[in-house]
């Protein structure tokens, strides 16, 4: 009899162990708004007096709150700006807040303002390009500064499908340009040139100044403006030339690292070293190049 009872319990669905869960209401879509977020990007996050400076400012795209792969709530708008007005305020770090932003003699070399459309998984759009050229360096104190791009579209008449304001911020420190520059020093001077002449869209000139600068430097240092070389190489096909800079730029970081070391040691902290991919990459363009058994070059 006990087990007819317990055969009449679970066939009338009375235990509580075999109950059906109760049935949940569907969640309401997340609501998700979109907004542009801008970018600063600087040539170099520190210089010396003399060296030119660059300052990019782009938009993207961001939903509030991001979306994952797996969600399927309501597609993302795009935004759109109309002739913003994009200004820039630099301070001194560490200066009070009421005191007036300093003026710097930006020059304007690329702007884009008009009929932005921002959307979901584009890259950001360059709005701005500012530069500053050597003299115009050498004459700002040293000091570390705060470089400040703001738009507010609800103070524009435009048609804007999306009203607020929006800002970011850039540190760049400034240091002295020194009696006796190093080859790494004279390196980011370079670099810093050859941005400036990036950004004036003289490509000729940028390759001049690095190319330059290398042929008068002892192998091996300066090993960014050695990579710097490799990336020019390889973009225009020279894969022997990208690979010998390469093989350059990581000569000269392992060297640069043996000094280092040398001048540290003994450093118990040091537990390990995180080196550029330049010597990598040396090594995939020598194995990439290195004649085959039938006589023939690699792909």
């Not at 570390?144 to 760049?172: C, H, M, P």
């Not at 300066?222 to 710097?228: G, I």
């Not at 350059?248 to 550029?276: F, K, Q, Y």
Request: with cysteine.
């Amino acid at each position: 009899m006990k087990g007819t009872s317990l055969l009449l319990c679970l066939a009338l669905g009375t235990s509580t162990t075999l109950a059906s869960p109760p049935l949940q209401s569907p969640q309401a879509p997340r609501s998700t708004q979109a907004r542009p977020v801008l970018v600063l990007q600087t040539s170099a996050t520190e210089i010396r007096q003399g060296t030119p400076f660059v300052l990019n400012v782009y938009l993207r795209y961001e939903a509030h709150p991001p979306l994952s792969r797996s969600d399927k709530g309501p597609s993302i708008d795009t935004v759109h700006l109309d002739d913003i007005r994009l200004n820039l305020d630099i301070y001194r770090n560490g200066a009070s807040k009421d005191r007036a932003p300093l003026s710097w003699p930006f020059k304007a070399t690329e702007r884009h303002s008009k009929n932005i459309t921002l959307r979901p998984s584009e890259a950001p759009t360059l709005i701005a390009r500012y530069v500053l050229t050597a003299e115009q360096t050498s004459k700002i104190p040293p000091a570390t500064y705060i470089i400040q791009a703001w738009f507010d579209t609800r103070k524009e008449v435009a048609n804007s499908n999306w009203l607020g304001s929006e800002s970011s911020g850039a540190l760049i420190q400034i240091s002295p340009e020194g009696s006796a520059p190093s080859p790494a020093d004279i390196c980011e001077k370079t670099l810093g040139t050859r941005a400036y002449w990036l950004a004036l869209g003289d490509s000729h000139m940028a390759f001049v100044v690095l190319n330059d600068f290398l042929t008068q430097t002892p192998k091996p240092t300066a090993a960014k403006c050695w990579a710097a070389l490799a990336e020019v190489h390889e973009k225009a096909g020279n894969l022997p030339a990208a690979r010998d800079a390469y093989c350059d730029a990581g000569r000269a970081v392992a060297d640069e690292l043996i000094a280092d070391v040398a001048r540290e040691a003994p450093n118990p902290g040091r537990s390990s070293v995180h080196l550029p991919p330049y010597m990598r990459r040396c090594n995939e363009l020598t194995m990439r190049l290195a004649p085959s058994d039938s006589g023939e070059k690699a792909p």
